[in-house]
């Protein structure tokens, strides 16, 4: 597992952090064994001192490219369902970059989610695949 991942998800912190991250991905199916990262996004909040604000400009978009010899073409229900198309996968960000560029911007904050488990297996799953 990647260490930026692990040092994110692991341990329990001894102070609120003053900024968390909300995650969500966009994934090929609902099988976290056999279904492709597709995008990737989050948005900060930030503590001011007993009060939590949320920084539109403090956010992060990234779709994954598509690559040809990967198992599960684009299939049209799941387009229909998330809204990224062929052009938009095909014309994404190399998986390595994108899930670089991700850790930079997460930094130390931690993270939040609404299905976690799912959320964090398919990104573990993707650095393991890029050996991040």
Known sequence: MAA????LVGGARKAPEPRWVVLDV???GLDA???RLLAIAALAVHRDGA???????????VVLRYEPQEAGAPDRDNILL???GVGAQR?????PE????F?????DAPLVAFHAAFDRTMIERACRRENL
């Open 4 to 7: 930026w991942w692990q040092r």
């Open 26 to 28: 966009e994934t090929s």
């Open 33 to 35: 064994r056999r279904a």
């Open 51 to 61: 009060r939590w604000r949320i920084v539109p400009a403090d956010s992060f978009e």
């Open 82 to 84: 998330h809204g990224i």
């Open 91 to 95: 014309d994404g960000v190399a998986r």
């Open 98 to 101: 994108a899930l670089q560029r």
């Open 103 to 107: 850790a930079a911007y997460v930094g």
